[in-house]
């Protein structure tokens, strides 16, 4: 008779960066599980995604880079229900958004630089660099663009079309929700001229993010990999390019609901990070609501803890 699957001895998966095997397993996650959690908490319907894969893994690769296997990524029906829910592109990427990530990023643009912004939403970032020649990719919101500099394209179409022309290609807070990070990454890096600069902004691990217990935007198909400096200075090395920096960026006003629920939260896990217990779903559920109501009370501190890191790196002459 076979192992219960819990127990059941899996091979190791490769790094989604270098394809070493993974050097521990962090914890199992049921599909169903996870499907459920996305209903109750989340609002949407996911099984059609998840319940294929039966459970996920949770690894850990030699890079410090923590991913999920199977790497399943979110579909546009599944980000539409989502993010309209919870207004989130308005909060990352809308032409009001104040945020300490592009103030971080817009010091490595110069005024007259071309500058791409991959998975832009409103292209909010380019208000941060009003002297540059700006382009940005989203599908979902380039119709809505009265000025034309957002694009429809994915990257590696871009990349294909118009080849290494700009000075500094950026992505913010995308490169966690795709299947394959290694190849997103190309196609940015393949959009900067030699000697340009690539910039990636990502959710920290270990950060606020990952004390609240099962908290679904770290979960399949949601965010499928949680990146920490050193993973991110080895997709550099592995994109042939040289790091200049791994910057830690504090939270700002997007993130306030995430600071007060890491917070307010009466269990702050470390590992595991979810568990199918009734003192988890109820730690979620108090920590939302205490979260919500000193939203409401509180300004956010001037500083926090750091959420996001933000990678700088040089393409070669």
């Not at 996870?34 to 949407?44: E, S």
């Not at 996911?46 to 880079?65: D, I, K, N, Y």
């Not at 920290?204 to 400096?229: K, R």
Request: aromatic content about 10%; proline content about 10%; some cysteine.
């Amino acid at each position: 008779m076979d192992p219960p699957p819990q127990t059941r001895v899996a091979p190791h998966p490769p790094c989604p960066i270098t394809g070493e095997p993974a050097k521990r397993l962090v914890q199992w996650v049921g599909s169903r599980f996870l499907t459920d959690l996305w209903r109750y908490a989340g609002g949407v319907a996911v099984g059609h995604l998840l319940r294929p894969a039966g459970r996920f893994g949770l690894w850990e690769s030699p890079t410090g880079l923590i991913f999920f296997d199977p790497m399943v990524a979110g579909d546009a029906a599944f980000y539409r229900a989502f993010y309209a829910r919870i207004g989130a592109h308005e909060k990352l990427a809308g032409p009001r958004t104040q945020r300490l990530e592009f103030v971080a990023a817009a010091r490595h643009v110069a005024d007259g630089d071309r500058v791409l912004d991959v998975g832009c939403g409103h292209g909010g970032f380019r208000t941060y660099v009003p002297g540059a020649h700006y382009t940005g990719l989203d599908p979902n919101f380039a119709a809505e663009d009265p000025t034309g500099a957002i694009l429809a394209d994915d990257v590696a179409a871009h990349a294909a079309r118009v080849g290494p022309v700009y000075d500094v290609a950026c992505a913010f807070q995308v490169i966690e929700h795709v299947a394959d990070p290694l190849g997103f990454a190309r196609g940015l890096a393949a959009c900067v001229r030699p000697g340009g600069t690539l910039l990636i902004g990502t959710p920290l691990w270990p950060s606020p993010n990952t004390t609240i217990p099962n908290f679904i935007m770290n979960a399949p198909p949601h965010h499928l990999t949680w990146w920490t400096p050193r993973a991110l200075e080895a997709l550099a090395h592995r994109l042939g390019c040289e790091p200049i920096g791994v910057e830690p960026i504090g939270m700002d006003r997007h993130d306030a609901l995430i600071h007060w629920m890491a917070k307010a939260t009466p269990i702050r896990c470390r590992e595991p990070y979810f568990r199918a217990h009734w003192s988890w779903y109820g730690a979620q559920a108090f920590s939302y609501g205490a979260a919500l109501l000193l939203d409401r009370l509180r300004p956010l501190p001037a500083r926090t803890r750091a959420n996001t890191l933000l990678l700088a790196a040089r393409k070669p002459t």
